[in-house]
């Protein structure tokens, strides 16, 4: 079977990171391999905010860097930190799952705004009402998007900064898969942009990144949030306890990679090829009825040919061409909102190009690789 479900790389990541923690775990000093302090090690800290500056201009000290282990965390403990029961939080559906029990954990309540395909652009008039809504606390973006691969526009991100400000919503901006832009997307002048950036947001938002995303090195569980103290400092209350620091060897790694910025400019390439190569064998060989746009990201999305289920059509291609891909209804919260079962399916494209193109080749001729 040939595994394009889950979103992890199968190529090696960042050597420098690889060496520098290697390094640090075989260090005399046995402080390496001990609890970092609770907000993360310094020289990450200070390597993100340089990330920060160099890439997009934006400006943090150290103390408005929180390191944690990994992004689900970072997302578990702002929820944790402020939300209280009854709260509602505006998400863009579909979501990553682990979004709506972290909610629930926190006796909060999801308030969906549900992205349609082909384009899975925002619905300004359901995001209007959802935050006018006098339960509205949070909201929480992702872009680029996963399962979709939509990055926000600037319209899109004026649009969610205006009614954030107008309503006095507090956001999340889950920034991870910021060095997934496609090539084809940035031809057309399509960038990966901050929503802190806009005027106004600063200062009542969290930007979440991910060394694990960056350096394809997702089982090392290394992500940060960067923000103002009066968010970064309470939120470091709840990280502590949840997991107290992320792995200090680990850490050091990262930070080696991102003063580097090792290999990120070959992940857009990659992606995006591996995008037009996945999509040109779908129309060819499964008769998907469409392929959704996507301009970054991890993840491609299909439409299933008419009849058919997502869970279905995800038993059959696993079946007949031993691929194996995801049922999108997994990503929304009552399952599927419309009144027809889910016709839409998730392939991952954050893998080699080798292979992806087994993929291809298995979707195209029909048999198991």
């Not at 060394?211 to 968010?231: D, M």
């Amino acid at each position: 079977m040939i595994n394009m479900g889950q979103g992890f790389p199968d190529f090696e990541g960042s050597r420098v990171a690889r060496e520098v923690a290697a390094a640090a775990i075989d260090d005399g000093n046995a402080a390496s391999n001990q609890y970092s302090p609770q907000p993360g090690l310094l020289g990450l800290r200070e390597a993100v905010a340089a990330f920060a500056e160099r890439r997009y201009g934006a400006r943090y000290t150290s103390s408005e860097v929180l390191i944690t282990a990994g992004a689900q965390e970072a997302l578990a403990a702002a929820f944790l930190t402020f939300l209280d029961p009854g709260d509602e939080v505006v998400l863009f559906e579909p979501f990553y799952p682990f979004m709506l029990g972290a909610v629930r954990q926190a006796g909060a309540v999801p308030r969906m705004v549900t992205l349609r395909p082909p384009d899975f652009a925002i619905d300004e008039a359901a995001l209007r009402l959802a935050c006018a809504s006098p339960k509205a606390r949070l909201l929480v973006l992702n872009s680029p998007h996963n399962p979709t691969g939509h990055v926000a526009s600037p319209t899109e991100l004026g649009l969610i900064a205006a009614l954030c400000q107008q309503y006095d919503l507090l956001a999340i901006s889950d920034e991870v898969y910021e060095h997934c832009i496609f090539p084809a997307a940035e031809a057309r002048g399509v960038t990966h942009r901050r929503l802190a950036d806009i005027e106004g947001m600063h200062e009542r938002t969290l930007t979440l990144g991910s060394g694990g995303k960056l350096f394809a090195l997702t089982g090392w569980r290394v992500a940060w949030a960067c923000g103002p103290s009066q968010l970064v400092h309470p939120l470091g209350a709840s990280h502590t306890h949840l997991t107290f620091s992320a792995p200090s060897p680990l850490q050091a790694g990262i930070a080696a990679a991102l003063d580097r910025e090792d290999g990120l400019a070959e992940v857009g390439p990659l992606f995006g090829s591996n995008y037009e190569s996945l999509k040109a064998a779908l129309l060819d060989g499964t008769h998907v009825r469409a392929v959704c746009h996507a301009d970054g990201g991890y993840f491609l999305v299909a439409q299933v040919p008419a009849g058919s289920s997502d869970a279905e059509y995800c038993q059959v291609l696993a079946e007949t061409k031993g691929v194996v891909c995801t049922p999108m209804s997994v990503f929304y919260a009552n399952a599927w909102p419309e009144d027809a079962p889910c016709d839409l399916i998730r392939f991952t494209i954050c893998k080699s190009r080798e292979h992806v193109a087994r993929a291809c080749a298995a979707l195209r001729q029909g048999r198991r690789v």
